[in-house]
């Protein structure tokens, strides 16, 4: 029989619980310093993120358990997609000829297309629990309001998602998506809230920005009595739900009869496919004496993990999100206008930022032109069209193997593709036509946005 080129596990084989990396922090020795106040600069309380989030969503984010129950309501929509498939990428190890045996976790075979409906769904499942009746988000690109869009739908709740104007205007498919699926969408600067007139009227021609999307979509869970606001990366409770793909490829991994990983790579915007992902592989490596390499990839023109410093900063250019303790470039941090939106974040998760600063795992990044040029290179193999973000990766994963085809070195590397680029084709186009740029992030610039770091004790 030839080797198998994917597992896909049946509905019994998906995970029942989430895995909480907060248990196995204290005995990695990584320590985890609380959000602080934006305005008060004290810890904050469950009472004052209630306006925002249900309780249930603020208690995992705080919640030291190991193993976190995944509601059944929650699995059976789950089954829709769940467990994706794990592949073995034969014909691109043939292509790059390495040693090395490459592995990828298939994340975009889900209803809009990437990992995120796996933290929508229950978080739309959550507020629906206590009585919410609707959800405001903001999106960038497309890819987190297209999946709530789809989970708000699915238990019953209205939706209303601030889109960033330039991609409203540019990126329709996204905005047409999110329609299908039910959700209100207005591009931002948006005439609906505070926030939004008043930018409307210094610059009614204003692109938008995600930090002025969030505090619109803040702004609107704040005063209205039936709404809650959703994020979809960075927090806690959204790495949490995520690691039903770890787990599953350690299953998978052992149908597939592989050696355990020597190096696992994701992509990092925020962090949470990084963390769903690696997260029940750190715990082998924290609890169980194993030693995998996990590393981050993130654009260089965004690199918080390998040029931001580690402090507590603002989670928004607004200043209303909590402070928190992360690799940060500053919250007025302006990335330049690379294709891979869901990687323009000035910060960085506080679960990911303690990791990389205690040494447990390891960030590179990498220039737009070479993520695209391996994106190319695993599309005409695989067939798989990868988003942007995701092609940071598949570079990666392309070094790593190339680098054992010069040392000989037959390595299991393993890398989380966090969603297809099906809605990215003009990203493909520019670069295959020769306009695609490399941006170097200048060090003055990131030296301007710390020094606006807020003083913390
Ligand atoms: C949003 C997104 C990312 C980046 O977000 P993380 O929270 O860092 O995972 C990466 N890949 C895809 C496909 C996305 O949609």
Redesign the pocket.
Known sequence: MSPLTKVILSDQDMPTHWYNINADLPAAGVELPPPLHPVTGNPIGPEDLAPLFPMALILQEVSTDRYIEIPEEIQDVYRLWRPTPLFRAHRWEKALDTPAKIYYKY??TSPS????PNTAVAQAYYNKQEGVKRLSTETGAG??GSALSFACQVFGLECKVYMVRVSYEQKPYRRILMETYGATVVPSPSPDTNAGRSILEQDPDSPGSLGIAISEAVEDAVMREDTKYSL???LNH?LLH?TVIGQEVIKQLEVFGADWPDVLI?????????GGFAFPFLRENIVNGKSTRVVAVEPTASPSLTRGVYAYDYGDTAKMAPMVKMHTLGHDFVPAPIH?G??RYHGM?AQVSALKEAGLIEAVSVHQRAIFEAAISFARTEGIVV?P??AHAVRAAMDEALACRESGESKTIVFNL??HGHFDLAAYDAYLSGQLEDYEYPEERIQESLAHLPKVG
């Open positions: 994340e975009g297309g990437s990992h995120k890819q987190w979809g990366s960075v959204v995520q994701a992509c990092t915007g925020g962090g949470s496919n990084f891979a869901g990687l998760s988003a973000e995701t966090s969603g």
